[in-house]
């Protein structure tokens, strides 16, 4: 079956420091590839995705390459602020009549960053 | 704010109750989710429902419990005779069809005493 794995935490980091979060997967089919944020008490939130081999998603200053070769799809960003203290989870999702766009989560990484 | 609303945020039950749980997702998206979080772990997919049909059940997810979403509009989970290892949140998500990203509620969070 599908699986996702993080790098584990917690990681802690000073204010405008470099974030790289590990996330390789395992998929039967060609899955698209997600990264969440979930603040404490809250739901989760997309933070960006990539639908297909070398699609690099963006947003609020994270970035990640989907890479079919390695199976991965690394979480980065260049200078990390307080506010993006939180927990990462990396996920994927397969569209088919078994999988049905369900979604397989690693198992999070909590980030915090310290002024 | 998704527009994805669950209700309630939080339960305290004692052990052998019985507690029920709603999401209501965005108006125009046929597929519903539900998935558990237990703390430190990420989500785990329970079931899924296009419109009211519910097309797929996990393993994890016990004769105690049953969903359900009449009309193919709001969706219930209802958990009976609790146990203390069902204490979790429990998440739900919806998407419109053909597409993939799914859209969270803030989830309920079940304690049981």
Not at chain 1, 54 to 74: I, L, V
Not at chain 2, 3 to 26: A, E, L, M, W, Y
């Amino acid at each position: 079956g599908d699986s996702v794995t993080q790098m584990e935490g917690p990681v802690t980091l000073s204010e405008e420091a470099f974030l790289t979060i590990n996330c390789t997967y395992t998929a039967t089919g060609y899955p698209s590839l997600f990264w969440y944020v979930q603040y404490p008490g809250e739901g989760l939130q997309l933070l960006l995705k990539a639908t297909k081999a070398d699609d690099k998603g963006s947003n609020k200053g994270f970035e990640a390459t989907y890479r079919k070769e390695t199976t991965s799809f690394h979480l980065e960003k260049g200078s990390v602020q307080v506010s993006d203290s939180a927990v990462y989870f990396c996920a994927l999702s397969e569209e088919g009549s078994t999988n049905a766009g369900k979604s397989t989560f690693g198992d999070g990484t909590t980030l915090t960053v310290k002024p | 704010d998704t527009g994805v609303s669950q209700d309630p945020r939080h339960k305290i039950t004692k052990r052998g109750q019985n507690v029920t749980f709603r999401c209501d997702p965005i108006s125009e998206h046929n597929r519903l989710y539900w998935y558990r979080q237990t703390l430190g772990q990420g989500p785990e997919f329970l079931t899924y429902f296009q419109n009211e049909a519910q097309l797929e059940k996990s393993r994890l997810l016990s004769d105690r419990f049953s969903a359900e979403r009449p009309k193919g509009s709001f969706s219930t989970l209802e958990i009976q005779r609790t146990e203390q290892g069902d204490s979790a949140m429990y998440l739900c998500a919806s998407i419109p069809i053909r597409y993939n990203e799914q859209f969270f509620g803030p989830g309920t969070r079940l304690t049981v005493l």
